[in-house]
């Protein structure tokens, strides 16, 4: 899933024109890859399957991803490498946060010593409105960026040109929210 499209952004502009579509397409690919890259996340739903984890507290599990919108399934691990399903009676999941908390004390007890497999969904269902802004506002960063270093006017002079900043602070403003470390 792309976070915005070539149409997308030329609405946020304002553009009908067709003229610049093929540059305007690839400054929105790398845009929407950058964002990805940037904020380590990726923007859609995707089902991840036998991920194993340990307890980051004695009856908590911090899952690689969030947020996570479902536990599919979870089991612990036995010394043997054996896997047992966990009732979703015995545990509850925070989704902002992609913790597992643990209810049944049996359970905790084993997950502590061989850890679990965990089959769950994580993603963004809808990409969040300030990312898509950033990702218009810094579509239009790039195409107005000046790329050369500097410039030689009228006169014969030189003017040298500030070294741009591939992220503006605004923009990074608005990712920094969805970064996850």
Same mark, same amino acid.
């Given at each position: 899933?792309?976070?915005?499209?070539?149409?997308?952004?030329?609405?946020?502009?304002?553009?009908?024109?067709?003229?610049?579509? +093929?540059?305007?397409?690839?400054?929105?690919?790398?845009?929407?890859? %950058?964002?990805?890259?940037?904020?380590?996340?990726?923007?859609?739903?995707?089902?991840?399957?036998?991920?194993?984890?340990?307890?980051? !507290?004695?009856?908590? +599990?911090?899952?690689?991803?969030?947020?996570?919108?479902?536990?599919?399934?979870?089991?612990?691990?036995?010394?043997?490498?054996?896997?047992?399903?966990?009732?979703?009676?015995?545990? %509850?999941?925070?989704?902002?946060?992609?913790?597992?908390?643990?209810?049944?004390?049996?359970?905790?007890?084993?997950?502590?010593?061989?850890?679990?497999?965990?089959?769950?969904?994580?993603?963004?269902?809808?990409?969040?409105?300030? +990312?898509?802004?950033?990702?218009?506002?810094?579509? !239009?960063?790039?195409?107005?960026?000046?790329?050369?270093?500097?410039?030689?006017?009228?006169?014969?002079?030189?003017?040298?040109?500030?070294?741009?900043?591939?992220?503006?602070?605004?923009?990074?403003?608005?990712?920094?929210?969805?970064?996850?470390?």
């Amino acid at each position: 899933m792309s976070i915005i499209s070539v149409q997308e952004y030329k609405d946020y502009i304002g553009s009908t024109s067709n003229k610049d579509d +093929v540059k305007c397409a690839m400054l929105v690919d790398f845009v929407n890859q %950058f964002i990805i890259e940037y904020c380590n996340t990726n923007f859609s739903t995707t089902v991840a399957t036998d991920v194993r984890c340990s307890a980051s !507290t004695p009856n908590t +599990v911090l899952l690689p991803t969030a947020p996570v919108h479902s536990i599919e399934a979870l089991y612990t691990i036995s010394d043997s490498g054996e896997k047992t399903l966990v009732a979703p009676e015995d545990y %509850f999941l925070d989704s902002k946060a992609g913790l597992v908390n643990i209810t049944n004390f049996k359970v905790a007890v084993s997950m502590r010593t061989w850890g679990i497999s965990v089959d769950y969904t994580y993603g963004h269902l809808d990409i969040p409105t300030p +990312v898509s802004l950033a990702a218009l506002e810094l579509v !239009t960063h790039y195409k107005k960026r000046e790329f050369n270093s500097s410039k030689t006017i009228n006169t014969g002079e030189s003017i040298s040109f500030p070294k741009p900043t591939p992220l503006p602070m605004h923009i990074a403003s608005l990712l920094d929210m969805y970064k996850v470390l």
